[in-house]
Structures are given as structure tokens and as C-alpha cells.
């Protein structure tokens, strides 16, 4: 699969601009530090590897993508360590991070165009994660530095924000070419079994979703 090359270059940089984001919203704790690493470094091997590209096998090759990231997001809730990385989360950067959502849609419009993505994933089609991103700069602003949006506000905004991208990330795995494929067999989702979109899933995604649950775990702690 080939796509243009300011393609494959900005969402290199996307990933990089969130691991980044990422890590300075927890204070570069090492253990955040050193998951991200081994993620992006196993991830990133694989997919060159072409070890995704065998999408008859079962269990589907692309659990490899996702179970690690889930595995990782479980810890951090249930161990002491994980612990110390929720506690030195600062919502007001990590909000801002979700900023980088709108680019992330724009690189998907991109793939939908060059047929490595289907439509159903853009905001073209059932994707209005897009909107999570553009409003991410107001609630870090006016919720978290200003303190003039309450907390059931904030709360509510991060859950529906939430739901937004997990329902992305579900029509994005039922339309990865499996043998439990669901959705959209005319476009399937052919990008992310290669690098670098094989980071969005592997690892924007995931950091989105731990920012989430992050940021409500600090909420309801305050409340």
C-alpha cells in the first residue's frame, strides 16, 4: 500500500508531537517513559516486518497492536507505579494534547482519499471526533487554567469525548481486513497495518483514551 509521502511525514510528526505532549503532561514519570518506547519501538518493527499483512490468521495478528496498550492502561489503574503516572497527570496540558485529534482527522481524510481507509472513519462519514479536538483548547483554557467551567461540565465533556473516539476506534477494528471483520468490505482499513499509521491505533489512540480516563479518575478525586 502506498500513500503520498506529506502523509506518511505528518503523522510521523503527529506521533511525535503526542508522545511528547504526553509525556510532559505526566511529568515525564519513567515508567510512562518506558512504555511508550517499548510500544513504538515493537509496533514500529512489526509493521515493517510485515507481520500484520497476514490477516487471515486467528487469533488476528493486530491483537499484537492492541492487547499491549490495554494491558498498559490496566496497570497504570492497578498498580502502585501506575499510580504515581495518574497522580503527576496535569488535566489542563493533557487537554490541550487532544488538539492534536483535528490533525489526526485530517490525515484520515487523507487516507479515505487514497482508498487505505474507508469513509465510515472520517467526518465525512460516522467520525465526529473531530469535534472533541476542536474544542479541547476552550475546555483546557476556561476549565482547567480559569476554573470557570464546573466540574460536572468538565466531567461530562470528557466522557462524551470518550464515547467519541471509542466509537472510531470500533469501526475502525471491524473494518480491519480479518477473519472477524464486520464493516466495510468495499474500503477496509488497510492503513493501519502499515507504519506509521500503525501508530494510531498502537499509540495516539491509547494515549488519548488513558488521557480520558485519567483526567475523570482527577475529577472525581477532586469532587
Known sequence: METPTYLQIGFVLITVVTVFLFLKSVAFKRPAILIVL??????SILSLSGFFLATDSLPPRFLAVLLPSVIAVILAF???RGKTVLDAVNPETYTYLFTIRVAVEFVILG????KAMPE???FEGRNFDILSGLSAPFIAYYGFRKKRIGTKALMAWNIVALLLVIQVVTTGILSIPSPIQQLSFDQPNLAVLYFPYVLLPGIVVPIVIFGHL???RKL???K
Not at 38 to 43: C, D, E, G, S
Request: charged share 5%; no cysteine.
Open 38 to 43: 517499548v510500544l513504538l519501538a515493537v509496533q
Open 78 to 80: 492497578t498498580t502502585q
Open 111 to 114: 487516507l479515505v482519499i487514497h
Open 120 to 122: 465510515s472513519m472520517s
Open 214 to 216: 485519567a483526567i475523570l
Open 220 to 222: 472525581t478525586r477532586s
